[in-house]
C-alpha cells in the first residue's frame, strides 16, 4: 500500500495567509480558493471589493487543476488553438487561466483557484501561496 500525502489545515491556513498577501500589496481584489486533490473545497476566500462571479469561478479553476493535476491554463489553451470539442469534457468547468495545481514531491495535493484580476496575476497570487508551503 502507498502513502499519500493530503493537504492539513495548517497547511490551507499558510497558503491562504499568503495568497491574501499578494493579492493585497498588489491591491488586487479576488477570490482564492484551495481544493484538495479530489477537487472538494476546503477553503474560499472572497476579498473586498471582489466580483460575486468571482467566488464560482475560483473554484472551478482550482477544481480544474487538481483534477487534470496541470495548471488550468492547459485546458484554455487547448480550445484557444480550435479544439472546441473539449469544452464538452466532464466535470471541467474551470477551463481558464488561474487555477495551480499544488504539487510537493511530485505528488499533486490539491490545488488554488483565483479570480478577479488579469488571469496571470490570478497565477501569480496561487504561485505565493503555494510558495507558502514549499511547492
Not at 483534477?67 to 481558464?96: C, H, Q, W
Not at 484580476?117 to 497565477?123: G, W
Request: charged share 20%; net charge neutral; aromatic share 4%.
Amino acid at each position: 500500500m502507498q502513502t499519500k500525502q493530503v493537504l492539513t489545515l495548517e497547511d490551507v491556513k499558510k497558503i491562504a495567509a499568503a495568497a491574501e498577501t499578494e493579492a493585497i500589496l498588489n491591491k488586487w481584489c479576488v477570490t482564492i480558493a484551495i481544493v484538495d486533490d479530489g477537487g472538494h473545497l476546503l477553503w474560499l476566500q472572497r476579498l473586498d471589493g471582489a466580483a460575486p462571479i468571482s467566488s464560482h469561478i475560483a473554484p472551478a479553476k482550482a477544481k480544474t487543476a487538481a483534477l487534470g493535476r496541470r495548471e488550468s491554463k492547459v485546458y484554455e489553451d487547448i480550445i484557444n488553438n480550435g479544439r472546441f470539442s473539449f469544452i464538452t469534457a466532464p466535470t471541467l468547468e474551470g477551463m481558464l487561466e488561474g487555477g495551480v495545481p499544488i504539487v510537493i514531491n511530485g505528488q499533486c495535493l490539491g490545488a488554488v483557484g483565483v479570480s478577479g484580476v488579469k488571469s496571470t496575476e490570478d497565477v501569480q497570487i496561487a504561485k505565493a501561496g503555494i510558495t507558502a508551503i514549499g511547492g
